[in-house]
């Protein structure tokens, strides 16, 4: 539990981390140049924009923070903090991650779980079929002899895979479910059905790929199982899909 924790606290905290870094590096670099030469016109103009950067920085990361518990209702703030997150914070976080030689994929569901606080908080009252399912194809069975394209329709759930799982939720709560065999047709596929929140089933990358691609969107990540290795018959628990759509409904 203790572990589970602070894997996910460690996106926050790398952020947080890379923050006081930058301020600290400022502030060193503006006295030592105030003591050493006393600043020019020019010198005066790069450290008041250099403040104003940090500020800006700063404030958006607290707002952020404070949005995975309390709900931003202004549009073009929950755009603006999206953008940020996936722009700028997450690369800070790379950065700093990078130094501390933590694996990627540690950093990477950190963020996911960061970001579905975020969407979880800001994101309620949505109409069922306003709530897209987007899974992997390789959810499917490799001996399956219905080829599931973007519609789970066509599945004659006979349980050999987990897409059966996934109709069965479909029926149950009227949402829409597509599957993407890649990132582009999940884009496209995101933007025929406009809906106002994804739940979206892939591995860490995909997931961090996409979330990052597709930033105008609320996304719900849930991370699949991959007993048989990468891209071939995952599944997925159930679970977590019905808290996400029972929570957005
Ligand atoms: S559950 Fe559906 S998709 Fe999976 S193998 Fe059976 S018919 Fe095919």
Redesign the pocket.
Known sequence: MKKHYFAIIKFPMYVSLSLFILALVYFIMALASYHRLGLSGWGTAAYTLLFIILVVLVSSWILILMSTHQKIKPKGLKLYTAWMLVNIYYYLAKWLSKLFLQSKQILQESFLHFNNEIVLTNFNGIHSQKILLLLPHC???S????R?VND?I???????????KM?GIVNKYNVKAVVASGGSLARKLIIDTNPDVIIAVACHRDLTDGLRDSWRYPIYAVLNERPKGTCFETTVSTAPIEFAIKKFA
């Open positions: 959810l499917q069975s001996e399956c002899k219905i599931i789970i066509e599945c004659e759930e006979c349980g050999n895979c987990d897409i059966a109709k």
